[in-house]
């Protein structure tokens, strides 16, 4: 499975962007994490395979959405609105397990990632 994000780039705070990712292949669940400067990776939201179940890292929570178009295998995560907190390198991820798991971060498939940037 390849995974293309894309979608990246230079925000005011409370802006809005739409990060794409577009998988080559079928998987059970679809997430996204990112790494802030100075930072470990950290898991952000996923996706089931069929779209219908989501999971949320706390500190995203009623900013974030995830959602996947089925007929494109592709994965979307809305921020709406953005933080300078949010600044970092967002990566596409995508697992044969259950979205539920997303959370440890124990994902097979990974794509190069996308960069954020949020200004004050």
């Known amino acids: 499975v390849q995974l293309q994000a894309s979608g990246g780039g230079l925000v005011q705070a409370g802006g809005s962007l739409r990060l794409s990712c577009a998988a080559s292949g079928l998987t059970l669940c679809m997430g996204w994490f990112r790494q802030a400067p100075g930072n470990e990776r950290e898991f952000v939201a996923a996706?089931?395979?069929?779209?219908?179940?989501?999971t949320y890292a706390d500190s995203v929570k009623g900013r974030f959405t995830i959602s996947k178009d089925n007929a494109e295998d592709t994965v979307y995560l809305q921020i709406n609105p953005l933080k300078p907190g949010d600044t970092g390198v967002y990566y596409c991820?995508?697992?044969?397990?259950?979205?539920?798991?997303?959370?440890?971060?124990?994902?097979?498939?990974w794509g190069k990632g996308t960069l954020v940037t949020v200004s004050s």
């Open positions: 991820a995508a697992s044969e397990r259950s979205y539920v798991y997303a959370p440890r971060g124990d994902m097979e498939y």
């Open positions: 996706v089931s395979w069929t779209g219908r179940g989501t």
